[in-house]
């Protein structure tokens, strides 16, 4: 029987299990840290780093409270996503050879860099970051390719 149906499932006993089962100090001492980048799409050499967005880190708290929807298969595999967004980036400036030549330019000031968005792409992902296991242990149980022999049915109660 499939015990894990849904994200919005594995959400709601996630943070049923963070919230309620383990000590709150425990809890928020790991989280999920969104991590987004600007990647030129033709360059396999890009030198763009990976920038934190402001946005992280999520808490198990803070994903309750704003009743969002956790990803599973994106947290385990911490695959970059492109994100859709036509306003999220110009270019990558990193790569830029007029960025390169005039100090400063950035995605703002740079003329060749504003004109031309389509050879660029922003991509994001998500990956637990903290010093608790305790978030591993609680994938292991939801995740189905990672999950043990826990002889769950599909009846089975967190709560219990």
């Known amino acids: 029987p499939e015990f894990?149906?849904?994200?919005?499932?594995?959400?709601?006993i996630l943070i049923m299990i963070m919230g309620d089962l383990f000590p709150a100090d425990i809890s928020r001492r790991f989280h999920i840290a969104i991590t987004r980048r600007r990647r030129c799409r033709d360059n396999l050499d890009c030198r763009s780093p990976a920038v934190l967005d402001p946005g992280a880190p999520l808490h198990?708290?803070?994903?309750?409270?704003?009743?969002?929807?956790?990803?599973?298969?994106?947290?385990?595999?911490?695959?970059w996503r492109q994100v859709d967004d036509d306003e999220a980036t110009r270019h990558c400036e990193y790569c830029c050879p007029c960025c390169a030549v005039h100090p400063g330019h950035?995605?703002?000031?740079?003329?060749?860099?504003?004109?031309?968005?389509?050879?660029?792409?922003?991509?994001?992902?998500?990956?637990?970051?903290?010093?608790?296991?305790?978030?591993?242990?609680?994938?292991?149980?939801l995740h189905p390719t990672q999950r043990k022999d826990w002889a769950l049915t599909p009846n089975c109660c967190m709560d219990r």
């Not at 894990?4 to 709601?12: F, H, V």
């Not at 198990?60 to 695959?79: A, C, P, R, Y």
């Open 60 to 79: 198990i708290q803070k994903i309750s409270t704003m009743n969002e929807v956790i990803d599973l298969e994106q947290i385990l595999t911490g695959e």
């Open 4 to 12: 894990l149906n849904t994200q919005q499932d594995a959400s709601e």
């Open 106 to 141: 950035d995605s703002v000031h740079c003329d060749e860099c504003r004109r031309n968005k389509t050879p660029f792409v922003e991509e994001e992902r998500y990956q637990f970051e903290g010093d608790s296991k305790y978030a591993i242990i609680v994938f292991s149980i």
